[in-house]
């Protein structure tokens, strides 16, 4: 669902003296936070994510797959 636009994006505020920042999925990347490194959940483990220009307006979490790869088990030979 998205949030109101009379509320504005979200933003949290963080302190630039920390290494590793943890946002939120529904975060929206600004211009602020190029450059920074941060930790977004997979729902299963903490990733590591670089923020770039090419990031700014979208949010955190459509960087981070939550699903694994699905890959098709190999079959044993009969003999």
């Known amino acids: 669902m998205k949030r109101s636009k009379w509320k504005g994006p979200f933003f949290k505020k963080y302190d630039p003296t920390e290494k590793l920042v943890v946002l939120a999925r529904n975060f929206e990347i600004t211009s602020r936070f190029v450059g920074l490194t941060c930790k977004i959940h997979s729902g299963q483990t903490f ?33």
């Open 47 to 79: 990733i590591k994510l670089s923020i770039t220009d090419e990031m700014i307006g979208y949010k955190a979490g459509e960087f981070i797959p939550t699903r694994e790869k699905f890959v098709f088990k190999k079959k044993k030979k009969k003999n």
